[in-house]
């Protein structure tokens, strides 16, 4: 008799060996105990202890020969052999009974179980061995064993872990289509997934997905697909989003919706990626099937709508949400109100808070919420509708205290309107909260300062801000730059630019842009030009915006080689001229009357694919009419008219009727306007302006009288240079009744919200005088306001008083100055500006 060690020669031997070895199952102590843990307890009648009593017992040469065995063998299932096979000591014993098996006909069908029971004793003995499982399946393969599906699943278990993709699926097609079941193909899928081969798994899939197929997909194949090409780790591979959706409508119409955290993903995603039509697609699909629907990727669908600006879609959803027993959260209600104010509609988000506040959805507001809402009052000027909010938000049952948000929101609100009084209050209120001032409050605050002209006070507070550790960021320099370049300090301007350096605070492209458009403004090019150079060194680079503003620059101090220099280094950076730069040069060349060169360069823009604009011939015409040209100016505008697909504006008949009028074709003039009437040009006040000179100097008041008819029934309101001619003309001419009843026609004109005292002031004949205000720092001529009549035609509601910020009796520096009315209590104010050419030394005044 043979050593035990035969038992444990090589597989390939094994195979290799027609004969069984001349052995007996060991039966010594550790071969023993392993029985025991397989096996139940013997029990002489059972006959799977019998069968295994006698394999014990006989040596494996004998089997065949042994007809007891043989009969008992035959007399048990194929399951049962299984159990057989599993509770041999080892798998080489396993290996020799299948071997048996197969020699013996007659018991064919439990060859597959038996060579199950082999692999599962290997794998316990050799858990890190793929490579020799793998022999044992090519070992069987070769014999043409059938392949059971358990015994395919422990192989793609093993070869998947081990990533041997090309043996996983050759025990795929070696297991026998008819027993072949999803469960297993899932397997295959899955591993294929798992390494990354997309295209393989997606074949398979495909496969399973195809009318009739004999492995249709489940719901575990429908979660293996999905949370490969959606998770993180795979990032969907190669697959679009068409292709995605494509996969979930063929799921789908296996009866296969995807629902829950993989909806979610797959409608999140295309809602990123901006395809809002297969995101409401799916959803409908998901919903109208009966999947679970989560309401987050409702929310995220919401949202989306509301970016496109598909409202009916949003309020769609939103009532296949209720019917469909979806409960919205505060995060559905944050992002309805959220697009309701977008788009203005600020009532109805607030009755959506009012439904909230007093529980009808079931869901209280939170401070996002109340945030929003503040942030979109703010934003169409109910500012003080957001600050009563906030003072209920304090009051609400949630105590939703506000934040640093509200706050900036309230900030920005108020100082937009230029109310920095309450926004600096608000701004002093932040310091009692934990999180206190932050750099978007303060550059809010400064903004809102430099904008209403109190750069001064701007300063001082982020001096304070800065001792409070409260540093700026590039938004806060440029803000205090921007505003003393448009009081044309720009010495103030550049100690800031190199303040904020020191503070290692690195200027952006838009500092060095507003510190060249000032000294540009100032007429510093030589300022301007080093400023250019120390944003090159910074990494920036002019655009075509910051070149034109240069040439027109160096254009208005008559350097016209610097600003050629300018466009050749400009054309070399890959900018070409745009309509402005031509302009620009055109009006130059216009303006000093080199009208040859003023053609050419026009010439140059038509070349370029550049047509002439309005401003183009705007230039060209008022060159001519300033070199007393008329009659070229008008050849000019003829052309414009006849040839060219611009038209002429309001700016340009102007330009033209100043110039007849002025000499003296005043019928010119008149026809001009005439014209104008005809093509539906809107006259205004500096065309009537002209007009009313060219007739004074004829003395035409009757025609006068006419156009003042004309005026107010277009509602053009006059301005002060009307006011001067017709006061001086009309007056002397006896007309003063006419002229009263011309400043009374606006009184009811509620458009222009002009009083008749505003009005009337126009007329200035007499003055009164309100003392004791001083300019600056500096003592001045006393501020005076005028009123129309004398002492005894006027009335109380002539009367007005001047009112100095703190109750102070001089105006200083950064301090407002308000002119209440006595009778009415109103106020006048500067801001809103309509009037675009006032007389020198005055300004617009409206009543608040």
Request: net charge neutral.
């Amino acid at each position: 008799m043979r050593s035990c060690a035969v038992a444990r020669q090589p597989i390939a031997e094994v195979r290799q060996a027609p004969q069984f070895p001349a052995m007996r199952l060991s039966l010594k102590p550790p071969a023993a105990a392993t029985l025991r843990r397989f096996s139940p307890t013997a029990d002489p009648s059972c006959p799977i202890s019998e069968t295994l009593s006698l394999l014990q017992t006989s040596d494996p040469i004998s089997w065949p020969a042994n007809f007891k065995l043989g009969d008992l063998l035959s007399a048990v299932s194929p399951q049962s052999l299984l159990k057989i096979t599993r509770q041999l000591p080892t798998s080489q014993n396993a290996l020799q009974f299948f071997e048996y098996l197969k020699s013996s006909p007659h018991l064919s069908d439990s060859v597959p179980f038996a060579f199950q029971g082999v692999l599962e004793l290997f794998m316990r003995e050799n858990p890190n061995s793929p490579g020799k499982l793998y022999e044992l399946f090519a070992m069987a393969k070769e014999q043409n064993t059938p392949l059971s599906v358990n015994a395919g699943t422990l192989l793609i278990i093993c070869f998947s872990n081990a990533n041997m993709l090309e043996e996983m699926v050759m025990v795929l097609d070696a297991i026998e289509t008819r027993v072949r079941n999803t469960h297993v193909v899932n397997l295959v899928v899955f591993g294929l997934f798992n390494l990354g081969r997309f295209p393989a798994a997606l074949k398979l899939v495909d496969k399973m997905l195809q009318p009739g197929a004999t492995n249709p997909p489940n719901d575990r194949t429908l979660r293996i697909v999905f949370s490969s090409i959606l998770g993180r780790k795979y990032r969907g591979g190669d697959l679009r989003d068409e292709e995605i959706y494509h996969l979930f409508l063929r799921f789908s119409e296996n009866g296969l919706c995807l629902g829950g955290y993989w909806l979610t993903h797959m409608i999140s995603r295309f809602c990123r990626n901006g395809d809002c039509n297969k995101a409401w697609n799916a959803l409908q699909k998901a919903m109208y099937s009966g999947s679970h629907v989560e309401v987050i990727p409702c929310n995220f669908l919401l949202s989306k709508l509301g970016q496109q600006r598909d409202y009916v879609r949003m309020n769609l959803l939103m009532n296949e949400m209720k019917e469909k027993g979806i409960t919205p959260t505060v995060v559905t209600y944050g992002i309805m109100i959220r697009n309701l104010c977008k788009i203005r509609r600020l009532d109805e988000a607030l009755e959506v808070l009012e439904k909230m506040r007093d529980g009808e959805v079931g869901i209280k507001p939170d401070v996002v919420i109340y945030n929003t809402l503040i942030d979109g009052l703010c934003k169409v000027g109910r500012e003080e509708d957001g600050l009563r909010l906030m003072e209920r938000m304090r009051s609400s049952e949630t105590k939703c205290e506000p934040n640093t948000v509200t706050y900036n929101c309230l900030i920005d609100g108020f100082c937009k309107v230029g109310d920095i009084d309450t926004a600096r209050e608000l701004f002093e209120q932040m310091s009692n909260l934990d999180e206190g001032v932050n750099i978007v409050s303060l550059n809010a605050m400064l903004g809102g300062m430099c904008r209403v002209g109190r750069v001064s006070s701007a300063m001082e507070l982020f001096s304070r801000m800065r001792e409070k550790g409260l540093e700026g960021n590039t938004v806060t320099y440029t803000a205090l730059i921007t505003a003393f370049c448009g009081a044309n300090n720009i010495e103030k301007a550049m100690d800031l630019f190199n303040g904020m350096k020191e503070n290692g605070c690195n200027p952006d492209a838009i500092i060095y842009y507003t510190l060249i458009s000032g000294f540009t403004r100032a007429g510093r090019m030589n300022d301007a030009m080093e400023i250019k150079s120390k944003m090159e060194e910074a990494g920036f680079s002019l655009d075509r915006i910051g070149y034109n503003i240069m040439i027109g620059g160096f254009c208005r101090k008559n350097k016209i080689g610097n600003a050629s220099e300018l466009l050749t280094e400009m054309q070399i950076a890959g900018l070409n001229p745009d309509r402005v730069t031509y302009n620009t040069l055109i009006s130059y060349f216009c303006d000093k009357g080199d009208f040859k060169h003023a053609q050419k360069v026009m010439k140059k823009m038509v070349d370029d694919g550049l047509s002439p604009t309005v401003v183009t011939y705007g230039a060209l015409i008022q060159g001519y009419c300033l070199k007393g040209s008329l009659s070229a100016a008008m050849r000019l505008f003829a052309d414009m008219k006849s040839t060219s697909k611009v038209l002429p504006n309001t700016v340009i008949y102007n330009i033209l009727i100043d110039s007849h009028c002025k000499e003296d074709y005043v019928e010119g003039a008149l026809s001009l306007m005439d014209e104008m009437r005809d093509r539906g040009v809107k006259m205004n006040n500096t065309t009537y302006n002209a007009l009313f000179k060219g007739l004074q100097q004829r003395n035409w008041s009757k025609k006068a009288l006419q156009l003042m008819k004309q005026m107010s029934k277009q509602e053009c309101v006059p301005d002060y240079v009307t006011m001067e001619i017709l006061t001086e003309w009309l007056s002397a001419a006896g007309e003063t009744e006419k002229l009263k009843e011309f400043v009374r026609s606006y009184r009811d004109c509620a458009e222009l919200r002009h009083s008749e005292h505003e009005l009337s002031s126009l007329l200035r004949p007499e003055s009164i005088s309100l003392g004791g205000v001083q300019l600056s720092e500096q003592k001045s001529e006393l501020v005076k306001v005028s009123c129309f009549g004398s002492d005894t035609e006027s009335d109380t509601g002539d009367h007005w008083s001047v009112e100095i910020e703190g109750n102070g009796k001089t105006w200083r520096q950064d301090q407002r100055v308000r002119l209440r009315h006595v009778d009415t209590g109103g106020y006048l104010h500067s801001h809103n500006k309509k009037y675009q050419r006032i007389a020198g030394g005055q300004q617009e005044v409206r009543k608040k």
